[in-house]
C-alpha cells in the first residue's frame, strides 16, 4: 500500500486529477481521500466566512500562477461580474496584477480584501485592506508565501470573527521538556491556546536494577 500524502484537497490545484489518471492508464487501483482545500481553511482561522447570506453567495477560487514564462490568463471582468467571494491561491508574486486586473474590470477600490499568511499554523498572520491598498500593505508587512488572496465583502467581517488571532498562546515558541511518552497531553492543551510547540524530551526514567 502506498499513500500519496498531499496538503489541501487534491484536486484543488494540487494536481491530484493528473496523478488519479496516471494510475488509471497503469492499471493501478486506487482511492481518494478528499481535504479540505486551504482556500477555506486559512480563510476561516482567518475569521473570514467564504460565502455569507448578508454578503456573498458564491465563491470563485483561482490559482494565480501561470504556467513558467506565460502570463496570467484570468478573465477578471467575469469575476467581478459574479459580485461573489475570490480567493487566489498562489498568488502573492502577482499581488499587484491581479489587483489591477479587478479595478480595471470595475471593482471598486474600497471592496473589502484580505490575505492570510501561513494559514492555520501557529505563525499565521492576516492582511487586511482596501482592494486598491492590498498591494502596499502587504508590502509593508513582508506577507510571504504561503498566503491566501480573499476579495469580497465577507472579508469586513474578520475583525470581529477572527477567533484564531486571540487565542492567548498565539504567537508564543513553548519547548515540551517532559518525557516522550507523557508530552502528548501538555502538547495538545499547548496547541489549543495557540503556542507553537516543539517537543524535546530531557526526562526519561529507568529502573538500574532488576525487581525483586
Known sequence: NVVRLKGGDPFVFGRGGEELEA????????EEVPGITSAIAAAAYGGIPVTHRN???????????????????IDFDALVRTRGTLVFLMGVAALPEITAGLLEAGMDGGT??????????PSQ????AALEDLPARAAEMGIRSPALIIVGEVCALAQRLCWFEGLPLRGKRVLVT?????????SEKLRALGADVTEFPCIRTEAISPCP
Open 23 to 30: 494510475l488509471a492508464r497503469g492499471g493501478v487501483d486506487f
Open 55 to 73: 454578503y456573498s453567495s458564491s465563491l470563485h477560487i483561482v490559482t494565480g500562477r501561470a504556467k513558467a514564462g506565460e502570463p496570467l490568463s
Open 112 to 121: 473589502p480584501a484580505a490575505m492570510v499568511e501561513n494559514g492555520t499554523l
Open 125 to 128: 498572520r492576516r492582511c487586511g
Open 178 to 186: 517532559r518525557p516522550e511518552d507523557r508530552a502528548g497531553t501538555l
